[in-house]
């Protein structure tokens, strides 16, 4: 019985690979990949097959093999004959182009990611539990930190809009959307998270203390900020304008926000791709406002190290934060683009980080 089990998830899994895998490789990720599978028990099959079948939009647990080199034939092609485990299985079941280890980054979303597994002889395979490394269109500029000069621009964390909007504090503003109302939820958070549609701000402010949160539309399993239930104040029972509804049922999983080394790292789980502008993303004199970030990537959208001086972004008019994180959600802005502001998107996301 159990072998027959075996046997049927071994051929879920093999019909789960991706397409665009070439002719050539097939007959070689085949064997590496059966090299791969005989080393799990029947329950990590299972949990392996649950992560694909989610693909991605829900937490799913570990799949821990010993770390070795899988040799994937002797006429690979690209010269990745030896490769790694967690590196064939990514190729396999998310990315048929990936050739190297160093373009793939471990999530925070892995249950593992803080014990070090490596250290153990043993590798986490599940491919839901990394990204796709994407690097900025331009290099990085020679930011230079933020001097005392700039503490004339401090008070600037209580902005959480466009134009004149000024946000009251999440402790006494009351309303029905509201995730944290209470003092103790602002102590010890390093960001706080606000949802706008166009110019106008929908629910209150989210304190962020873990070290990593989801921001989604619908997610089957998971904890964050869900937008769903956030109902815009005063217009009407659909919500919104026709294109924020259109965005809005594309944001589905959404995105994954953690702060680790000295940065923070957004990761695009979602099926579009999202725009990000950050003070420390893009040179001051940068043509562009954003980047883009394709679905499966993730991108360190802010340094601490390289926090630029107001000075340098003279480009800027009104309140300008430089602990301030803007996304959206299937539509850029800018020069560029028809938008040319962020706050002509309609559905986007403003991180505001604790200095």
């Not at 850029?332 to 683009?337: E, L």
Request: net charge positive; glycine share 10%; charged share 25%.
């Amino acid at each position: 019985m159990f072998g027959c089990r075996r046997s049927v998830l071994l051929r879920r899994l093999w019909s789960s690979r991706c397409t665009g895998v070439e002719d050539g490789d097939v007959a070689s990720l085949k064997l590496a990949a059966r090299s791969i599978f005989q080393r799990l028990r029947l329950e990590q099959l299972e949990r392996l097959c649950e992560a694909l079948n989610s693909g991605g939009a829900g937490d799913s647990a570990c799949v821990l093999v010993p770390r070795t080199e899988i040799r994937s034939g002797p006429t690979a092609p690209g010269g990745w004959a030896q490769l790694t485990p967690q590196l064939l299985l990514c190729r396999l079941f998310r990315w048929p182009d990936l050739r190297y280890q160093h373009e793939i980054k471990r999530l925070h979303c892995c249950p593992d990611f803080a014990k070090r597994d490596g250290d153990r002889g043993l590798v986490c395979v599940n491919p839901y539990h990394f990204s796709r490394l994407a690097e900025p269109e331009t290099p990085p500029p020679p930011y230079t930190k933020c001097s005392r000069s700039c503490s004339q621009w401090t008070g600037l964390m209580d902005w959480s809009g466009p134009g004149d909007a000024w946000s009251k504090d999440p402790s006494t503003e009351q309303c029905s959307n509201c995730y944290e109302t209470s003092d103790s939820s602002m102590e010890g958070y390093w960001c706080r998270l606000a949802y706008w549609e166009h110019r106008t701000r929908v629910g209150c402010q989210l304190a962020v203390q873990e070290e990593a949160v989801s921001v989604f539309w619908d997610l089957p399993r998971g904890s964050g900020l869900c937008l769903s239930p956030l109902k815009p104040l005063g217009r009407g029972e659909r919500g919104g304008d026709s294109s924020s509804r259109r965005v809005r049922k594309r944001i589905g999983p959404g995105v994954v926000l953690s702060r680790e080394g000295g940065g923070v790292w957004l990761y695009n789980r979602s099926q579009v791709p999202v725009f990000v502008g950050s003070p420390t993303l893009l040179p001051p004199d940068s043509s562009r406002s954003a980047c883009k970030l394709l679905p499966g990537y993730s991108l360190k959208v802010f340094d601490y190290r390289r926090i630029p001086s107001r000075q340098a972004y003279v480009r800027e008019k009104g309140p300008w934060d430089p602990h301030c994180i803007r996304v959206s959600f299937a539509k850029g802005w800018g020069p560029t683009y028809s938008r040319r502001l962020i706050t002509s998107c309609p559905c986007w996301l403003e991180i505001l980080l604790n200095k």
